[in-house]
């Protein structure tokens, strides 16, 4: 079993930043495959970006919306992950979702490749 939880969301203005943070806990290797989504009122929940741990490394992924403004990082061991936003824009106000699961993901994006998921935390972006 994988618990997972959120902080760091709040309010900002456009083009300020914010740190998400992502807490783990539960078997390690339960969560080899983590991921960041964001789901806006009235719309589908959407992959923000994600990172994959293998030994030695990590492959990370980001949805074109974010690219260059976002940033994901993780510190694996402690169960730890983390979304660095700049550049914030009012398109990005959504509640942000971390997400896991212990195998590969062929489909980053797709929300039903993963198997935990926390309760969300809200961001908000105003113009």
């Known amino acids: 079993q994988v618990q997972l939880v959120e902080s760091g969301g709040g309010s900002v203005q456009a083009g300020g930043s914010l740190r998400l943070s992502c807490a783990a806990s539960?078997?390690?290797?339960?969560?080899?495959?983590m991921g960041w989504f964001r789901q806006a009122p009235g719309k589908e929940r959407q992959g923000v970006a994600a990172?994959?741990?293998?030994?030695?490394?990590?492959?990370?992924y980001y949805g074109d919306s974010v690219e260059g403004r976002f940033t994901i990082s993780q510190d694996y061991v402690q169960g730890m992950m983390y979304l660095q936003m700049n550049s914030l824009k009012p398109e990005d106000t959504a509640v942000y979702y971390c997400?896991?699961?212990?195998?590969?993901?062929?489909?980053?994006?797709?929300?039903?490749?993963?198997?935990?998921w926390g309760q969300g935390t809200q961001v908000t972006v105003s113009s």
């Open positions: 997400a896991a699961d212990p195998r590969w993901i062929n489909d980053w994006s797709n929300v039903k490749s993963y198997h935990y």
């Open positions: 990172v994959y741990n293998y030994i030695g490394g990590n492959y990370t």
């Open positions: 539960g078997s390690i290797h339960s969560r080899n495959f």
